[in-house]
């Protein structure tokens, strides 16, 4: 996960600002903005997958390459003051797990449904089950 360091609470027309000039960069890096969410940028050569989540000024950035990884992120912090977070472990209270030898990520809302219950004393209450789809597989391989 990366952090850009750039102000952008002073104008009202700053985050769109802010916003074209990554998209440009993304794009003249050779970037396409995935359609169904316009803050996943997406990047295939070969083999290599490149993945790039934009949320305000934090970046995720997911590659199945680590030089190419590396790489990027050299781009990145040439054209951009940024700091490297390292490897992503929670964003917008979402828990990320890695399992390298499954090749698996697993992502949860445990420690946010936690902190939920407890605003609402409710830390001691029963859970139950909810009933879903059988036909629904529960996990995804992503190809």
């Given at each position: 996960m990366c952090k850009l360091h750039k102000s952008l609470y002073g104008l009202k027309q700053f985050p769109r600002a802010w916003n074209q000039k990554l998209d440009a960069f993304f794009k003249s890096i050779e970037f396409m903005k995935n359609e169904a969410d316009p803050s996943v940028y997406v990047a295939q050569v070969g083999d290599v997958k490149f993945?790039?989540?934009?949320?305000?000024?934090?970046?995720?950035?997911v590659c199945n390459d680590q030089n190419k990884l590396l790489q990027i992120k050299e781009e990145l912090s040439q054209k951009f003051e940024m700091k490297d977070l390292g490897?992503?472990?929670?964003?917008?209270?979402?828990?990320?797990?890695?399992?390298?030898?499954?090749?698996?990520?697993?992502?949860?809302?445990?420690?946010?449904?936690?902190?939920?219950?407890?605003?609402?004393?409710?830390?001691?209450?029963?859970?139950?089950?909810?009933?879903?789809?059988?036909?629904?597989k529960k996990e995804r391989e992503w190809k």
């Open positions: 993945f790039i989540v934009v949320y305000v000024d934090d970046l995720i950035l490897e992503l472990h929670f964003f917008l209270g979402m828990e990320v797990e890695r399992n390298y030898d499954e090749q698996l990520l697993h992502i949860n809302q445990i420690k946010y449904l936690k902190e939920i219950l407890k605003h609402f004393r409710m830390e001691e209450c029963k859970p139950i089950g909810v009933p879903f789809d059988p036909k629904v």
